[in-house]
C-alpha cells in the first residue's frame, strides 16, 4: 500500500482534498482528528499539556478548548514552545496514524492518505511514499481562513517551499469540480490504473 502524505498551507484546502482521495478509493486520516482524541480529558497528553500551557486553555468541562491553546501557542509567538507541545502530541499521534494504515492495508485499500498539517515542518515527509501538497494562492486561502490566519501561518514553512518538496500539487483555487479531477487523476496514476 502506498501512504500519502498529504499537506499545504493554512486554508488551502487539505481537508477538501482528502476527502476527494477517498471519493476516489483511498483510506484517509486526519492528523488534526487524532491529536483532539489524543489531547482527550483523561489522557497522559491532556495532562502535559495543560501542566505546560495552564488551566486557561480548559473549557468549563475540563476538556482542552483547541483555540484558546492554539492562542497560547501562536499567540505568545514561542517557537519553543510550539516544539514542547509537538513533543508530546506527536509521537501518539504518528502511532495512532500508523495503525490506522494498517488497518486500512487489511481491508484493502492501495492508498492510504495521511492529512499532516505540518507535514515538512515536523520531518514526517520522509515516513511517506509520496507528498501531496494542495495549494492555493495566498490571497484564496486568507478568504477562506481563519481568524488567527497570520499567526498559524508563522509557524509553517511558506507554501512555495512545500510546493518545491512535494512528488505532487494539487490545485485549490478553482471550482471543486476542478480540484477532483486533479485528485482522481492523481489517484489512477498512483494505483497504476
Same mark, same amino acid.
Given at each position: 500500500m502506498?501512504?500519502?502524505?498529504?499537506?499545504?498551507?493554512?486554508?488551502?484546502?487539505?481537508?477538501?482534498?482528502r476527502k476527494m482521495f477517498v471519493r476516489a478509493g483511498a483510506g484517509a486520516i486526519d492528523a488534526d482528528n487524532v491529536v483532539h482524541r489524543t489531547l482527550a480529558r483523561g489522557t497522559s497528553e491532556h495532562k502535559k499539556i495543560v501542566s505546560l500551557l495552564g488551566r486557561g486553555i480548559l473549557k468549563k468541562n475540563g476538556t482542552i478548548d483547541r483555540?484558546?491553546?492554539?492562542?497560547?501557542?501562536?499567540?505568545?509567538?514561542? +517557537? #519553543?514552545?510550539? %516544539?514542547?507541545?509537538?513533543? !508530546?502530541?506527536?509521537?501518539? $499521534?504518528?502511532?495512532?496514524?500508523m495503525v490506522a494504515s +494498517? #488497518?486500512?492495508? %487489511?481491508?484493502?485499500?492501495? !492508498?492510504?492518505?495521511?492529512? $499532516?498539517?505540518?507535514?515538512?515542518?515536523?520531518?514526517?515527509d520522509k515516513k511517506m511514499d509520496v507528498v501531496v501538497v494542495a495549494a492555493c494562492p495566498r490571497d484564496v486561502a486568507s478568504r477562506r481562513c481563519p481568524p488567527?490566519?497570520?499567526?498559524?501561518?508563522?509557524?509553517?514553512?511558506?507554501?512555495?517551499?512545500?510546493?518545491?518538496?512535494a512528488d505532487h500539487v494539487i490545485d485549490t483555487s478553482g471550482a471543486k469540480k476542478d480540484t477532483y479531477?486533479?485528485?482522481?487523476?492523481?489517484?489512477?496514476?498512483?494505483c497504476g490504473d
Open positions: 502506498l501512504i500519502i502524505g498529504l499537506t499545504g498551507g493554512v486554508a488551502t484546502g487539505k481537508s477538501t482534498v483555540m484558546e491553546m492554539a492562542r497560547a501557542i501562536f499567540c505568545r509567538g514561542s +517557537k #519553543k514552545l510550539l %516544539k514542547k507541545v509537538e513533543n !508530546i502530541i506527536h509521537p501518539t $499521534v504518528l502511532k495512532k496514524m +494498517k #488497518k486500512a492495508q %487489511k481491508d484493502g485499500k492501495r !492508498i492510504f492518505v495521511m492529512e $499532516v498539517p505540518l507535514l515538512f515542518e515536523v520531518g514526517w488567527n490566519f497570520k499567526g498559524r501561518s508563522a509557524f509553517q514553512i511558506p507554501i512555495k517551499t512545500k510546493i518545491k518538496k479531477k486533479q485528485v482522481k487523476m492523481l489517484y489512477k496514476k498512483l
